[in-house]
């Protein structure tokens, strides 16, 4: 963390608005031309239990939660169960205070609600304040919001004392309300902004804030996004106009953008009674002719197992998505983790086909999600997008160009009537959908209805018309031609190499990781390099098929590589491994499986440890080291 950006973490109760406060000021920030990151941890209930987003906002790119923070605004915990100290959880109605300290950083700003939370109730407050230069502001929040007459407001108040604190201007803050906010609460709102703005100012000498909000300006049009926002716009962009779920989080997310976006353009959202039956109606959907999609988390994708199957077998176009989650069954649902990548690789039966993409950034979710569509489609095969709840929760401004392009309404290798006159038919008339010797293997489709079109549809292996078949012949020829599009799927993408690489190109050694630890690691890249260590990393979003070539160039090229990711058993490094065996004495894994994705100072103490100084020791920060077989 630098010195010229703002990292403020809002902290309070599920339920409290700490969310769409959070997201609201890291818009304002945005507006006034900086760039900004936020990161969300919440617990795993609807209402109460301590929850915090952190807004990093800098004049510089930022694509990484920071390490640590400088601004807290503690606004309790409204919903506490139990402000006992010897309750179950502890005293809840006291942790967003309590629990957000260690991470703050030396010469921070505290401001907390006394209306809700007693500093005196945490041992050594003033002390720990005291030793780490901290400015301690008590406010209270909830009594100026209850003289507004709205309780609520003390969110908003929280806000404007931010801004007074930090030498912020009101103006972004306003404007933004007033697009957002309905009139019969815009005014409250606007005022109590300004009292509690006012109130600081005349109270507290600001005119050196303690924390500073630094300045910057875009040179065009920026948007603030999440990962789950990125996904389901690139979804609607290339043509999907189905989507069938159960709700299960982080995926809800993409489910709930997907649902109120489909309807205004003629398309169709089904919340079913089961995962099982949600996949199954975007296979059929798909069957009859639309583009379409279905995802859930870890426990509900296990259920999506037998649909997969059948899209793979019956060669039936559909895309899922699948977002991670701390497992294994409920586990730890509203905490990231990358563990379901074996899951997602190897679920369903038999030697499956199947496409799987790892998207490492907003932007590249924005873009996989089209690939997916389009690789789908094209090749006749399910494909799965690989994200957690890090980047689906996550947001960051993106420039809105790059949401520029053509929409993709097109369905693939799909005949019209008139080519499908000229297809193999049988003597019955059944058209040879399943042809033996097709380019890519890819064998043309037809849509129900269509004239001279009809053809069997069975999880059974078959033959061209789709009757079941268990000849040798036919089974080696059906398989073979099936697993012959994924040769022809890697062409594709090797035509443009999707992954992300920063460092230079020379440099000694090399950081190997996947999807959303992409930007943390980059940022991590730059601190070595500026600190005099050689390195340079690659984001694999290609988990399958995978990109074999490209990774064994990298691996090469360095003395040693260290594998990121958020796994307890290196599963990214055992993908690595399958694929480049013979590099296994080169690669050490980096694994972080605490329910908090990795701040960039983790990995560079992770990378000094482990490679530079190799003492085999990179646990400073509940991560786990594993070192390179041999070593």
């Not at 031309?33 to 969300?40: A, D, I, P, S």
Request: aromatic residues 6%; negative net charge; proline residues 6%.
């Amino acid at each position: 963390m630098t010195d010229d950006e703002l990292i403020w973490r809002i902290s309070g109760g599920s339920g409290d608005g700490i969310a769409s406060t959070s997201q609201n000021f890291a818009k304002a920030l945005m507006r006034s031309g900086l760039n900004v990151f936020t990161h969300r941890h919440y617990p795993s209930r609807i209402r109460g239990g301590h929850t915090y987003t952190e807004v990093r906002a800098s004049s510089d790119p930022v694509n990484s939660r920071g390490d640590g923070y400088n601004f807290l605004l503690a606004l309790g915990d409204s919903f506490a169960r139990n402000p006992q100290e010897g309750a179950l959880y502890g005293n809840e109605e006291i942790k967003p205070l309590s629990e957000n300290l260690d991470e703050l950083r030396e010469g921070g700003v505290i401001i907390y609600d006394e209306g809700l939370l007693d500093a005196s109730e945490i041992p050594n407050f003033e002390e720990r304040a005291e030793e780490n230069n901290w400015h301690v502001y008590p406010l209270d929040l909830r009594g100026l919001a209850r003289d507004q007459g709205r309780e609520v407001m003390r969110n908003t108040a929280g806000v404007g004392a931010t801004c007074a604190l930090t030498g912020m201007d009101l103006d972004h803050v306003q404007d933004l309300m007033r697009d957002a906010m309905p009139e019969k609460i815009l005014e409250p709102n606007l005022e109590i902004l300004q009292i509690a703005y006012d109130q600081v100012k005349e109270e507290y000498d600001v005119d050196a804030p303690d924390v500073s909000v630094p300045t910057g300006e875009h040179d065009e049009t920026q948007l603030l996004m999440s990962g789950s926002d990125a996904i389901s716009y690139g979804a609607i962009d290339e043509g999907c106009r189905f989507i069938a779920g159960y709700p299960m989080t982080p995926w809800t997310e993409v489910f709930t953008i997907m649902t109120k976006n489909l309807p205004k353009l003629g398309g169709i959202s089904e919340q079913v009674e089961d995962e099982i039956a949600a996949a199954a109606l975007a296979v059929g959907a798909s069957h009859a002719g639309v583009k379409a999609m279905s995802g859930s988390s870890g426990g509900g994708f296990a259920l999506m197992s037998e649909p997969l199957g059948l899209a793979e077998m019956t060669e039936t176009p559909v895309v899922l998505v699948e977002a991670m989650r701390a497992g294994p069954s409920t586990g730890m649902p509203t905490k990231p983790e990358q563990s379901d990548l074996e899951h997602v690789l190897y679920t369903s039966q038999g030697d499956s086909q199947r496409v799987v993409l790892a998207p490492g950034t907003v932007e590249e979710a924005y873009t996989q999600s089209r690939i997916a569509f389009r690789l789908a489609y094209e090749y006749q095969i399910p494909s799965i997008l690989l994200y957690d709840q890090k980047l689906g929760g996550e947001m960051t401004n993106v420039p809105k160009s790059h949401f520029d392009r053509e929409p993709n309404p097109t369905l693939g290798k799909t005949l019209s009537e008139d080519a499908l006159a000229d297809e193999p038919h049988s003597p019955d008339g059944k058209f040879h959908r399943f042809q033996h010797d097709v380019e890519d293997g890819v064998s043309p489709r037809s849509i129900p209805g269509q004239k001279g079109g009809r053809f069997l549809a069975t999880g059974n292996e078959h033959d061209p018309t789709g009757h079941i078949a268990e000849s040798p012949d036919n089974r080696v020829a059906q398989i073979d031609r099936r697993t012959q599009k994924l040769e022809a799927i890697r062409a594709d993408l090797d035509q443009e190499d999707t992954g992300s690489y920063v460092g230079p190109e020379d440099a000694q050694y090399g950081i190997l990781t996947f999807g959303s630890q992409q930007g943390t690691v980059e940022e991590a890249v730059g601190r070595l390099n500026d600190a005099g260590i050689s390195v340079k990393s690659y984001g694999v979003s290609d988990m399958l098929p995978f990109p074999t070539e490209q990774v064994e160039a990298f691996v090469e090229s360095v003395d040693e590589v260290l594998v990121v990711e958020m796994t307890a058993s290196g599963q990214f490094r055992g993908l690595v491994q399958k694929n480049l065996g013979r590099y296994g004495e080169k690669l050490s894994s980096l694994l972080k499986y605490n329910g908090n994705p990795f701040e960039p100072a983790e990995i560079v103490d992770g990378f000094e440890a482990a490679i530079v100084e190799g003492d085999g020791d990179a646990s400073g920060h509940q991560t786990t080291f594993v070192p390179a077989a041999g070593d």
